[in-house]
């Protein structure tokens, strides 16, 4: 072996040593600086008003592709990335990726995204993967019905992992708007499991959020308030305080539905002091009027909305003002000053049908009803809940529709017709029977026996009347079982 063949056998070596060593540090310089990004991004949008996505994903993939380029707009736009500002990324990105450019701009201006990503007809399939992002930018923007077409349009086998866990998030949202708890939990557990192993700890506390909502719905509230705790745990970690807030807030909320007001009213104050933005500091002072009304402070509660009524309409935040009404109705409707509590509803109801979202324009619509009952305005009330009926059986939604057959029934029983009132109480008792509502059915057995005794049907009235009690008796609610003996046949 000449000299020459020794020199380029030690060349040979040095490469085959040397370059895992250097891919390694390649390696571990994109890995520190996606982390960077991730923080940087989630930390920046603590400013503002908490409507943009957050996928570490997509910021991770945007900063792999800057650190490969060579030019020096790139390493500009990149520095900028890691610092939390998207925007120059954005626009390197969109003439090689223009969906990871979308759905990358959703982390600062989520209404612009959302317009570009209703533009794109068709997708690349090497960019398909990313299409999993989509539905979370129109929920975002409370496109539910934007959401849904685009979950629909989603073929599994075409996305990888990583993909497939977001849009296994997004599926529990759809899941929650339909009432269909079972299958949330099970999507959310299959993200939480993949976005934990991926150490993408902003999504894993936000799936401890939604699994808090939908334990707190189900009146899991210990298990609902550990998934609350470990959310915390996470943005206190990360220096998130608009989520920070936002989750605190939440606990005061599952404090308030158990009752334990003095604990809630505690978490609220520490969420509002908490609070970085204008917005988050109106949405936590509307669940204290929320606290106060509960409370039996209605004025207190009152002068709350009446404020955050004003920050809202300035800011033109249809969202905020929606729920803003809706508890300005409930106000005076614990006020009995009905004639306000119809108006305040009712353009709450307008609002959230415009926001598509079904299960709050239900829930104001009811309550409007219910308020044009109380002033003895029955046929619009009856014109009202039907139109709610013909809504939700278009539209997929979380709200009871029994309570909607349930005051068909008793509008109709005070109008003396007993026959229709019959059917759409007996529509209602099934429902309530088969969500096991026990409260409900109770009480429309009680109707039941009700109107089956003026129309002189003794032994049926008698049967609904022990149907009643052995529905209160499976409360276990001492003063509701009471309550129920009181109004059956003896």
Not at 420 to 449: F, I, M, P
Request: glycine fraction near 4%; include cysteine; proline fraction near 1%.
């Amino acid at each position: 072996m000449n000299i020459f063949e020794d020199i380029f056998f030690v060349l040979i070596l040095a490469v085959v040593l040397l370059l895992p060593l250097g891919w390694w540090r390649i390696r571990a310089r994109l890995k520190y600086l996606q982390k960077m990004a991730r923080t940087n991004v989630l930390r920046r949008q603590q400013k503002m008003d908490g409507s943009q996505i957050y996928s570490s994903w997509i910021i991770d993939k945007s900063v792999k592709y800057l650190y490969f380029r060579r030019h020096k707009k790139a390493k500009k736009a990149l520095a900028k990335l890691t610092g939390g500002r998207v925007n120059e990324a954005v626009d390197i990105l969109r003439t090689k990726n223009g969906l990871l450019a979308d759905l990358l701009l959703a982390h600062h201006c989520l209404a612009k995204s959302f317009t570009n990503l209703k533009k794109r007809k068709q997708i690349p399939y090497f960019q398909y993967h990313y299409a999993a992002l989509r539905p979370l930018v129109a929920w975002q923007m409370f496109g539910v019905e934007q959401a849904q077409v685009w979950l629909e349009q989603m073929q599994q086998r075409k996305l990888h992992q990583i993909a497939r866990a977001y849009n296994d998030y997004m599926q529990t949202h759809l899941c929650i708007n339909s009432g269909d708890m079972q299958n949330a939990v099970q999507h959310l557990q299959r993200a939480l499991k993949f976005f934990k192993k991926r150490g993408y700890v902003a999504e894993e506390a936000a799936c401890y959020i939604k699994l808090a909502e939908i334990y707190r719905l189900c009146c899991m509230n210990d298990t609902a308030e550990t998934m609350l705790d470990a959310a915390i745990k996470i943005y206190r970690l990360q220096g998130a305080v608009l989520h920070l807030s936002a989750a605190i807030a939440s606990k005061g909320m599952l404090m308030l539905f158990e009752g334990r007001n003095e604990e809630a009213e505690a978490y609220y104050e520490q969420a509002l002091l908490l609070a970085p933005t204008e917005k988050m500091q109106a949405d936590i002072i509307n669940q204290q009027a929320l606290l106060e009304l509960t409370s039996g402070k209605i004025d207190v509660a009152l002068k709350k909305v009446r404020k955050t009524h004003r920050f809202y309409e300035k800011m033109h935040h249809n969202i905020g003002l929606a729920f803003c009404l809706q508890l300005e109705g409930q106000i005076f409707y614990e006020k009995m000053n009905y004639s306000k509590a119809v108006s305040s509803l009712q353009k709450a109801a307008e609002l959230y049908l415009q926001q598509r979202n079904y299960t709050a324009y239900a829930e104001s619509g009811y309550s409007t009803a219910n308020a044009l009952c109380k002033i003895n305005k029955f046929a619009q009330a009856e014109k009202l809940s039907k139109q709610i009926l013909n809504v939700l059986k278009k539209h997929k939604s979380g709200f009871h529709v029994a309570n909607v057959y349930s005051l068909l029934g008793l509008i109709n029983m005070e109008n003396n017709n007993l026959s229709v009132a019959e059917k759409w109480l007996q529509k209602s008792l099934t429902l309530e029977q088969q969500s096991n509502r026990y409260t409900g059915a109770a009480a429309d057995a009680v109707n039941l026996a009700i109107t089956q005794q003026l129309r002189g049907n003794i032994e049926q009235a008698h049967t609904y009347s022990k149907q009643a009690l052995e529905f209160a008796k499976k409360t276990e609610d001492n003063e509701f079982i009471e309550l129920i003996k009181s109004k059956i046949l003896h």
